[in-house]
């Protein structure tokens, strides 16, 4: 069974810091891996999307990476803000029988201080 | 674009009552999700649909949870009766699976239904 874990759970840093969410599964046979954003009593709002045949992909201060055979993806947030601030989860879709299924991982919350 | 489109926004029942939860994918999208989320559990998928298929249900607790989606655009989760274990954020989510076929596409959530069973 696919497991999707994210360390660490919470992360505090000061505004202007460039830092790295990660997050590790187990089964390398993903299709794509997403990462998301999440705030208080919000929905999840979809950030960056990998597909498996993919390395990475960027979109503003956001980049993520794709590393299969490691079993690892990172976030990476530049120059962080304060509105940064937020729960980021990754999830991986892998097959499980005839279907194909999304395991999130528990997420890390990040605070980003002014 | 509207978005992923739930209702209600919050629900508070007592426990046996009937809940029915509502939800509108994305225009064109042929894949629907609808998830459960709790601090202890985090995200749990319950069950998803295909151009209106159930495909797979395994997360769907009990008989008291049941899926609909009587078209392309609108889908439900009932659950019959309530019991005060199945308080959560319920969030649906759409996706496209693109001329590749299958689910390789990005995931839509909606504002989620907040519940809560007294």
């Known amino acids: 069974k696919q497991e999707v874990t994210q360390i660490p759970a919470a992360l505090s840093v000061p505004e202007g810091e460039n830092l790295v969410l990660n997050c590790s599964f187990t089964?390398?046979?993903?299709?794509?891996l997403q990462w998301f954003r999440q705030d208080p009593g919000k929905g999840l709002t979809s950030l960056l999307l990998?597909?498996?045949?993919?390395r990475e992909q960027t979109s503003g201060r956001l980049n993520a990476s794709l590393d299969k055979s490691s079993g690892r993806s990172t976030l990476y947030i530049a120059a962080s803000q304060p509105g940064d601030s937020a729960t980021y989860l990754c999830?991986?879709?892998?097959?499980?029988?005839?279907?194909?299924?999304?395991?999130f991982g528990s997420g890390t919350q990040l605070t980003v201080l002014p | 674009d509207a978005g992923v489109i739930q209702s209600p926004r919050h629900e508070v029942t007592e426990m046996g009552q009937e809940v029915t939860l509502r939800c509108k994918p994305i225009?064109?999208?042929?894949?629907l999700f609808w998830y459960r989320q709790t601090m202890m559990r985090g995200l749990e998928l319950l069950i998803y649909?295909?151009?209106?298929?159930?495909?797979?249900d395994s997360g769907m607790p009990e008989d008291r949870f049941s899926a609909k989606m009587p078209n392309a655009s609108f889908s439900t989760l009932k659950i019959q009766p309530s019991e005060p274990r199945d308080s959560a954020v319920y969030f649906c989510?759409?996706?496209?699976?693109?001329?590749?076929?299958?689910?390789?596409?990005?995931?839509?959530f909606g504002e989620g239904s907040r519940l809560t069973v007294l």
């Open positions: 989510a759409s996706s496209f699976s693109g001329l590749a076929g299958g689910h390789t596409g990005e995931l839509f």
């Open positions: 089964d390398s046979a993903i299709y794509n």
């Open positions: 990998i597909q498996s045949s993919q």
């Open positions: 999830a991986g879709l892998i097959s499980s029988g005839s279907a194909r299924q999304l395991t």
């Open positions: 225009s064109g999208h042929d894949y």
């Open positions: 649909f295909n151009n209106n298929v159930p495909i797979d």
